[in-house]
């Protein structure tokens, strides 16, 4: 293990939380563009998405990295090796969710921005390449198309994408057309197996686990693997007053009940979670008994044998529902993603360094969706959660974390690529 400490190659201390500070501000500058006044929302090849993207550029050639914006909008920095070394990507995204935080992502690529800089003011060689790369497109806001730039450089680009519109009535095909970007080039993006030493995401954890338990980073174990459904219930209107209770096939009811289902069956059973996150009543009135009710789902978990079983139970449950009420129920799947692990070398790597950091090792599943499982399969996979304050709160203005935890990850990210054989 190198003794020196971030600041001096002499192993000088640098000054207490100096790469978290840093980290912060550079979050906040970044946060400038937005696409609304009053808060952050960056979506895909929007003006602000492009300004952010030319800023990132320049902070990374100021880092002395090689940058530049590649055809899909990915942001690609690299701290050079050998011409012959493979690369290890530290990496995470730069868009947003609509009034988003200001870490969700951006965090991670930061902090990779941070550890290269160091380096290379420093002067320390690596035995591969580090590429530092924020991914243009990761959450799906403008398109329903998750994964967008890190599926281009991992060379998994579904040309389905393609087609996908926006709100607007604008599609992928059309952006990338006007762009000048072609299917040839998005090809050109993708990274060889062979060419790659690994893959490292920081990320801000998205909950409170790590915050309930005092500690400032946990190792990533897996991401849990979701699917996700379309409800649509068909029962008979009827007028509220007239309609005995026991002679209604209320469809908002037998959804309420799906909802309730759902809860029970996702509790007590580990990383598993269940989710309706709409429920609507189209043209309901509050003197008609509801018709039509349409609902979602999200069923999620660490390993996809616990949330299959999951989906099993409360899908049958539904229609079992739906038959007792006298309703029509359709259920559409419209996404799945299967749970990926986290390679256990990288996960041995990160928590010998959070161990050399003073801090307990303390291993846990993200039940969120990352670029990182995009590059499971290709390469080795590593993820490092970073506390999350405010209750765990995310995607949302009220996201935070410290400079001192900032700082711990920049740390702790820096020790392992210098330890990385």
């Known amino acids: 293990m190198s003794n020196t400490q971030p600041g001096s190659k002499t192993g000088a201390a640098s000054p207490p939380n100096e790469f978290g500070a840093k980290i912060l501000d550079l979050a906040r500058q970044l946060a400038r563009w937005s696409e609304t006044a009053d808060g952050l929302t960056c979506t895909y090849f929007s003006a602000a998405h492009k300004a952010a993207a030319r800023q990132l550029c320049d902070w990374m050639r100021s880092a002395g990295l090689h940058a530049e914006i590649d055809a899909v909008g990915n942001v690609v920095g690299r701290y ?22 200001l870490f969700d992502g951006r965090l991670g690529i930061l ?3 941070i550890v290269a800089e160091h380096l290379n003011r420093t002067g320390r060689k690596l035995p591969f390449h580090l590429d530092v790369i924020g991914f243009a497109e990761e959450e799906g806001v403008r398109f329903a198309a998750p994964y967008l730039g890190s599926s281009a450089i991992a060379g998994r680009f579904d040309d389905a994408i393609l087609q996908r519109r926006d709100k607007d009535g604008v599609s992928v095909a ?13 090809r050109a993006l993708g990274r060889p197996a062979g060419t790659l030493r690994g893959y490292l995401e920081i990320h801000i954890e998205q909950g409170p686990v790590l915050l309930e338990r005092h500690l400032p980073v946990g190792v990533v174990t897996a991401i849990a693997g979701a699917a996700r459904f379309r409800v649509t219930i068909r029962g008979v209107a ?21 909802a309730l289902a759902v809860e029970r069956r996702c509790s007590g059973h580990g990383t598993l979670v269940g989710t309706v ?38 899908l049958a ?11 029509s129920i359709e259920i559409a799947e419209i996404g799945r993603h299967s749970a990926v692990p986290c ?24 039940g969120a969706g990352h670029d990182a499982a995009i590059f499971a399969g290709l390469t080795d996979i590593g993820m490092l959660f970073v506390r999350c304050g405010n209750g765990g709160v995310s995607h949302s203005p009220l996201e935070t974390i410290t400079a001192g935890d900032a700082d711990v990850a920049a740390r702790i990210l820096l020790d392992v690529v210098v330890n990385l054989p």
């Open 343 to 366: 390679a256990p070398p990288m996960r041995a790597a990160l928590a010998a360094a959070v161990a050399r950091a003073g801090i307990e090792p303390f291993h846990l599943a993200s």
């Open 111 to 113: 902090t990779g921005l």
């Open 277 to 314: 996150g709409q429920f609507a009543v189209p043209n309901g009135l509050i003197n008609v008994i509801p018709g039509l009710c349409e609902l979602s789902l999200d069923i999620r978990a660490g390993d996809n044998e616990t949330r299959d079983a999951a989906i099993r139970d409360i």
């Open 174 to 186: 059309a952006l990338f057309q006007e762009a000048g970007v072609d299917r040839d080039a998005i």
């Open 317 to 327: 449950a539904a229609e079992a529902i739906a038959s007792r009420r006298g309703v």
């Open 238 to 258: 009827g007028h509220a007053g007239t309609v005995p209770m026991p002679l209604r096939h209320d469809a908002a009811a037998a959804g309420a009940e799906i």
């Open 80 to 101: 050079a090796s050998d011409g012959a070394a493979k690369a290890l990507i530290v990496g995470s995204h730069y868009d947003t969710v609509a009034d988003a935080g």
